[in-house]
């Protein structure tokens, strides 16, 4: 199985856990993933066989200015580039191919398995960029939607005509070299009319469209890491403290942001454990109430955190829903609001309401994601969380893969 993905850690963290699924039912799984270290070390942690593929995401993630096209044809031909190329190699032998990431890296994911004549599944680790008529499509990068525009069904055929825009040159081009005909609907080509969705169906019930949308569950790997010796002497030395971070997202001036919720925090008289990240979060003074953390088993933590300040990843979300923990979402974009407004709706913390909180807002999202009757919830949706996600997935790729 050759399992394919470009993207931050939100990308890269479910592909480990199914690749490690597979192999436990006896299947040979290699991942292609960008070759950032820490991704290198991640995969090499849990045994599974990494292909770099593309460039390194952080520096590209902190070089691209949000909604702007600037630099996009480059992008999508160097994404593509590394699926017609590497992960082409890569897939030499294999019996399915499993693709997330970017629109440009997935068709071009699947033109390889078209081109090879095997299995072919694209995955979701979010439901936003699924058409679907219960929702506006996001917005591609420089090709904003029209705000007046109601009808959904409408938005998502004019999106499916932006990307057949933006990437269906450059596509058609690589497979004509590759010997494949072109194709005419790029977003629909790489989705496929029945593609997965591994999400938890408790935090993102999915609703039926016109899409068999096959949903697992998420895609979770537990983590048996021990947290750092320093890191545990902290937490025994007091309250639990809360957890403030914004993974790989970086935002525009971080030293603000940390300052802002370290305040926030220490407004409802907790101590502060301030993960780095990609934005770079750092401490604003030498108190003692604040611990810095770089990579760490988030599992581990978020059960012992009084409440999880974050960024409203997917990935982040789902672990904090797993733990119990109340959260408090600050969206910084992308497909952050509509996690954020899960969490609201299931009354298991709060959503801030835009990226760039003050100490009296987030004291305030704070005050309310530490109440009782949040915490007894978050409990209560902990317990129906499915953690068999990525071993179902694993099981019917292996039984549609013959």
Not at 38 to 61: H, K, N, T, Y
Not at 221 to 241: S, V
Not at 292 to 301: M, T, Y
Request: aromatic fraction near 4%; charge should be negative; include cysteine.
């Amino acid at each position: 199985m050759l399992l394919s993905t470009y993207g931050s850690r939100g990308s890269v963290e479910p592909m480990a856990g199914l690749a490690v699924a597979l192999r436990e039912l006896g299947a040979e799984v290699r991942v292609c993933a960008p070759p950032d270290a820490e991704f290198v070390e991640r995969l090499a942690g849990v045994g599974v066989e990494m292909v770099p593929a593309g460039q390194p995401v952080r520096p590209m993630v902190h070089s691209v200015t949000p909604g702007s096209a600037l630099g996009l044809a480059q992008r999508v031909a160097d994404l593509m580039g590394a699926q017609f190329e590497t992960v082409a190699a890569a897939a030499v032998g294999c019996d399915a191919l499993v693709a997330t990431g970017p629109l440009p890296a997935v068709t071009g994911a699947r033109s390889v398995a078209e081109k090879l004549g095997i299995r072919y599944v694209h995955a979701s680790h979010q439901p936003v960029a699924l058409p679907s008529p219960h929702r506006r499509p996001p917005a591609r990068r420089g090709r904003p939607l029209p705000p007046g525009v109601s009808d959904n069904r409408a938005l998502w055929e004019l999106d499916a005509r932006i990307a057949n825009e933006m990437f269906g040159e450059e596509l058609n081009g690589r497979r004509a070299a590759f010997g494949l005909p072109p194709v005419d609907n790029v977003r629909d080509y790489a989705f496929t009319d029945r593609p997965w969705l591994a999400t938890d169906p408790v935090l993102d019930p999915w609703r039926t469209t016109d899409l068999d949308v096959v949903q697992t569950g998420a895609w979770i790997r537990p983590d048996a890491r021990p947290l750092p010796a320093g890191l545990e002497a902290f937490l025994d030395a007091g309250a639990p403290p809360v957890y403030v971070g914004l993974g790989s997202t970086p935002v525009g001036a971080p030293e603000d942001f940390a300052r802002t919720a370290v305040a926030a925090v220490r407004a409802q008289g907790r101590r502060v454990v301030l993960s780095r990240g990609w934005a770079g979060l750092d401490p604003v003074d030498e108190q003692d109430d604040c611990f810095v953390v770089g990579e760490v088993n988030q599992q581990a933590l978020f059960r012992r955190a009084a409440a999880v300040v974050h960024h409203g990843s997917a990935g982040t979300t789902t672990t904090a829903t797993g733990s119990g923990t109340p959260q408090v979402v600050v969206p910084q974009g992308g497909d952050a609001p509509y996690w954020g407004g899960r969490v609201a709706d299931l009354g298991i913390g709060t959503v801030h309401d835009g990226p760039a909180p003050t100490t009296a807002s987030l004291s305030l999202a704070l005050a309310a994601a530490l109440t009782p009757g949040t915490g007894a919830r978050a409990t209560a949706v902990a317990a129906t969380i499915r953690t068999d996600g990525a071993t179902v997935a694993a099981q019917l790729l292996l039984d549609s893969a013959g």
